[in-house]
Nanobody, 127 residues
């Protein structure tokens, strides 16, 4: 059974940086494509970033492109979302998600594509 634990959120001012982590427990971290989503109050969960199982391919939402970086560290069985130049509109609960895949260079951008989810970590950006 796969278990994901999100961490690293907090309250920051606009322009600050945060790094979120997603600790993976289970079998074969390298067999999973991973993604980050966020949900603001009163809004639907939205895609933020995704990475293929080999880490060779990444995809970002237009709203975060150039400011966020998704990565996987196989030695730590952990995925990260590095966020720079945070804006108030980045506020929300951030969730990591994972799905097993045998395809090396594929990432997934819809919530329905993922099997496992972290519990979420709150990010609040004040203006």
């Amino acid at each position: 059974q796969v278990h994901l634990v999100d961490a690293g959120g907090g309250l920051v001012q606009a322009g600050a940086s945060l790094r979120l982590s997603c600790a993976f427990s289970g079998w074969n971290f390298n067999g999973y494509a991973l993604g980050w989503f966020r949900q603001a109050p009163g809004k639907e969960r939205e895609f933020v970033a995704a990475i293929s199982r080999t880490s060779g391919d990444t995809l970002y939402a237009d709203s975060v492109k150039g400011r966020f970086t998704i990565s996987k560290n196989s030695a730590e069985n952990t995925a990260y979302l590095q966020m720079w130049s945070l804006k108030p509109e980045d506020t929300g609960v951030y969730y990591c998600a994972g799905r097993a895949t045998q395809r090396n260079n594929v990432y997934y951008s819809t919530p329905e594509s993922y099997t496992y989810w972290g519990q979420g970590t709150q990010v609040t950006v004040s203006s």
